[in-house]
């Protein structure tokens, strides 16, 4: 499938999955600081997921204020949000 095809459910799940993968590995380097494998993974799952937020975001709008676009004043508001569907 294509990159630029994938639905906003698919999308959502990308940054869900990488974002719990993110959590996970960074609760075990809170007991386990020196593994450098647990380090290696949380740093490609961190890429992972600011890759997948980016796509959601360019595709389906903003997951939080952080990810809002001011150059056109303040957009958030604007719809549709992401459980009233519409995602290009």
């Known amino acids: 499938m ?4 994938k639905s906003r459910e698919q999308k959502m799940m990308a940054v869900r999955e ?7 590995a960074g609760m075990y380097l809170d007991t ?7 380090l290696d993974y949380f ?13 959601y975001e360019k595709h389906c709008g903003p997951l ?3 990810g809002v ?12 949000w992401p459980w009233e569907g519409g995602c290009s």
């Open 18 to 24: 990488t974002g719990f993968a993110l959590l996970d």
């Open 32 to 38: 386990h600081p020196c593994d450098g494998k647990a």
């Open 64 to 66: 939080t204020t952080r």
């Open 2 to 5: 294509n990159e630029n095809k």
């Open 69 to 80: 676009d001011t150059s056109d004043g303040w957009t958030w508001t604007e719809g549709p």
């Open 43 to 55: 740093s490609k799952y961190q890429q992972m997921h600011k890759e997948a937020v980016h796509d």
